[in-house]
Every structure is written in C-alpha cells, then in structure tokens.
C-alpha cells in the first residue's frame, strides 16, 4: 500500500507542478503564444487553457472528493489527447507530440493509482 501512495504523489505531482508551470508558460512567455499560432489557435485559447490547467492542477493536488478529481482527470485527458492531435497534424516533429503522450501515460498511473488508495468514508 506504500508504494501505491508514493506512486500516487509522485505522478500525480508531476503532473501538477507540470500543469501550473505550462499555465504560466502559456501566459509570459512569446515562443508559447507563437506556438499557439503556429497550431492554428486564437489568442484567448491560451489564456482560457492557461486558467483551465492551473483549476486542474490544484484539484488533483487538494483533497476532494473524488468526482471532483474526476473531473480534473478527464479535462487533462482530454488536454493531453488534443496537443497530441493539433501537434502531429501540424506537422510537428516527433519530439513535440511525445510530450503530450508521456503526460498522459503519467496521468494515467496517477489515476489508477489514485483509484488504488484506501477511501475514507
């Protein structure tokens, strides 16, 4: 059961200190909104993705419950799957679509080992 926990914050850290730095990436840094041009995207996408994902990752990170989480799951997955797509269909080259993969299959042990810890009733 330890190593279910220590799994559990370990992902599920990464992917929340990830998440709010891209959110703040999103919203200072030029190259991120050339980027987002660069994939066909408005301006404000950015800064209503940036605000999404510092929601998510204070979720995932906050103790509640857990259809809440569920939810923050869910957009993330959906975040994840989408810069996969809007990445290699742009023609990106491999080394900016794996990202997105990565962070979902890091999502995806969070999740499941989310799942896997004790519930408190």
Do not use: C
């Amino acid at each position: 059961m330890k190593a279910i926990k220590i799994t559990y914050w370990v992902t599920t850290s990464i992917i929340g200190l990830m998440m709010i730095y891209s959110a703040y990436a999103y919203l200072t840094q030029a190259a991120v909104a050339q980027g987002f041009v660069h994939l066909g995207f408005p301006s404000y996408f950015r800064v209503e993705l940036a605000i999404a994902k510092l929601i998510g990752a204070i979720l995932i990170l906050t103790p509640l419950s857990a259809r809440i989480k569920e939810w923050a799951y869910a957009g993330f997955t959906i975040t994840f799957v989408s810069a996969f797509i809007a990445h290699t269909a742009s023609g990106d080259p491999v080394s900016r679509w794996v990202m997105p993969v990565i962070f979902l299959v890091v999502l995806a042990v969070s999740y499941y080992t989310y799942n896997k810890l004790p519930k408190k009733i």
